[in-house]
């Protein structure tokens, strides 16, 4: 890829490992836990669109709350743990590589910036707390917009903040949907396929498609 001046990563799944807070709850959970998670995921997302579509806003953190009651009906997992699992999604933990990986790309000159359906206050806890401050350019979050991606409003915001064309943006998701969503809107989509899915059918092949952040690096 050639011209780009600016590399934005989504957070959830892609920087931060969604899955991190239930299985360090594992002990408590048991065998169910990994399954749990994904349901908790999917339940969270649903409601991002289903809310996006009603044009019932609520923020990331409530939509998070809700969907992990939800999930914890389903799974007929102790209430007791909720505020345990809340304070554990706040610092989830970054995949192994991804630090060391955006260190190698800040030296290298992009704009780097996160564009997340998380709060201000949730992502910027999460880059806090795994002491990534000193990385990112920006925080995009869609509470400026007041509406969940893949809504092409949300990613107009990096175009507007740094007045360059769609083309010189690397977006990076591992979400379908999202890069399917930057993708047609026009940026670089590349998909970081953690998990060795499948693509989605939605009218877009991304740029590229890696395992891990670290592949990135060759392909900038």
């Not at 953190?61 to 706040?90: A, G, H, P, Q």
């Amino acid at each position: 890829m050639k011209n780009i001046k600016a590399i934005i990563f989504d957070a959830y799944g892609t920087l931060f490992d969604v899955n991190s807070a239930a299985e360090k709850c594992k002990d408590k959970i048991g065998d169910k836990w990994e399954s749990f998670a994904n349901y908790w995921r999917t339940t969270q997302l649903e409601y991002t669109w289903l809310r996006s579509l009603m044009k019932k806003h609520k923020d990331f953190w409530e939509v998070t709350e809700n969907s992990l009651d939800k999930s914890m009906k389903v799974y007929n997992i102790d209430f007791s743990m909720r505020e345990e699992l809340l304070n554990l999604y706040k610092i989830l933990s970054p995949f192994k590589e991804v630090p060391e990986t955006l260190k190698m790309l800040k030296q290298k000159n992009f704009k780097l910036a996160i564009l997340s359906n998380g709060t201000p206050t949730l992502i910027n806890q999460l880059v806090k707390n795994n002491n990534l401050e000193n990385i990112f350019d920006h925080i995009f979050s869609i509470e400026e917009v007041g509406i969940y991606k893949p809504d092409s409003k949300v990613y107009d915001m990096p175009i507007k903040k740094y007045q360059i064309k769609k083309n010189e943006i690397a977006f990076l998701s591992a979400n379908t949907w999202d890069v399917s969503g930057g993708g047609n809107y026009g940026y670089n989509s590349i998909w970081v396929n953690r998990n060795k899915s499948v693509f989605d059918n939605l009218d877009y092949n991304p740029k590229h498609e890696i395992k891990n952040l670290s592949e990135l690096v060759p392909l900038i």
